[in-house]
């Protein structure tokens, strides 16, 4: 079973540009998480989507957004970047329902703001 | 407020060395995981404790998940390089999950 997928993996952005990722979830799997990992601010939880509706959300600006298709596939949108958003962008897929859920994760978009 | 926290934060020991890794939190979780991340990829999940008192074993790591299941601790016997990385332990709450702060662990050969 293929794991989870993230495009691109390298993206150089300047201020003021907005930008798209990508997540492609392990088959199956309907529920998608966002993460953003900074050296000081560690792992960040953006926010979940499950069968195509936002089901959780963390505490960040609404210029970071996402969606999330019939197909699982999810898309996270930055608009109006700034320097501090440089990071790295981790999605993780889970099946979503269950007591025990286990979340994989894929191997990240590094974000570069200049 | 970090829900779970990790301690130490870092962590530079020889290669042969013993070391444990300790998840800690006020909260209850209906199961605990641990990842191990090197820089520049994404997470891999290592193990998944859910009962209260359970010890998981996976070669030289052993996971134990506390009675309460509010904490956990990560042992390495004998650590080698390959075992260089960051540690993260994560709590699920019903379909939520909370990252703890992340050992990052260095193993000179």
Known sequence: ?114 | TQLLEQSPQFLSIQEGENLTVYCNSSSVFSSLQWYRQEPGEGPVLLVTVVTGGEVKKLKRLTFQFGDARKDSSLHITAAQPGDTGLYLCAGARGNQFYFGTGTSLTVIP
């Open chain 1, 1 to 114: 079973k293929a794991g989870v997928t993230q495009t691109p993996r390298y993206l150089i952005k300047t201020r003021g540009q907005q930008v798209t990722l990508s997540c492609s979830p392990i088959s199956g799997h309907r529920s998608v998480s966002w993460y953003q990992q900074t050296p000081g601010q560690g792992l960040q939880f953006l926010f979940e989507y499950f069968s195509e509706t936002q089901r959780n959300k963390g505490n960040f600006p609404g210029r970071f957004s996402g969606r999330q298709f019939s197909n699982s596939r999810s898309e996270m949108n930055v608009s109006t970047l700034e320097l501090g958003d440089s990071a790295l962008y981790l999605c993780a897929s889970s099946g979503g329902t269950g007591e025990h859920n286990e979340q994989f994760f894929g191997p990240g978009t590094r974000l570069t703001v200049l």
